[in-house]
């Protein structure tokens, strides 16, 4: 019986589009903030749960940056494991977040 050979990722076309969207999103999202910030239309003095949702998105953010670099220099095997991280962050702050 034949098996199918699991072939590692190698950086194309395709994975380098997904990266550099990534970087612009990341960049784009830490920039909106930032000017919210310097503006002062946002304030360190906000409820706990408006932290906890930062937090959430922010390492979602990272997480989604993370996951398109892995698989833009060919280590699936970390892209992996980061995603299983992922599925325990959302479960942990959804939780969290029904309090």
């Known amino acids: 019986m034949a098996t199918i050979a699991e072939r590692p990722l190698a950086p194309g076309s395709e994975e380098r589009f997904f990266l550099r969207a990534a970087i612009a999103m990341a960049l784009l999202v830490v920039a ?3 000017l919210d910030l310097a503006t002062g239309r946002s304030t360190f003095a906000s409820p706990p749960l408006l ?3 930062a937090i959430t998105f922010m390492g979602w953010v990272v997480i989604y940056l ?3 670099i892995f698989v ?3 280590r699936a095997d970390l892209h992996r494991r980061l995603g299983w991280i992922g599925a325990g962050w959302i479960v942990r ?3 969290w977040a029904r309090r």
Do not use: V
């Open 66 to 68: 993370l996951q398109n």
């Open 93 to 95: 702050w959804s939780c």
């Open 72 to 74: 833009a220099s060919g």
């Open 51 to 53: 932290h906890a949702h």
């Open 32 to 34: 909106g903030f930032s």
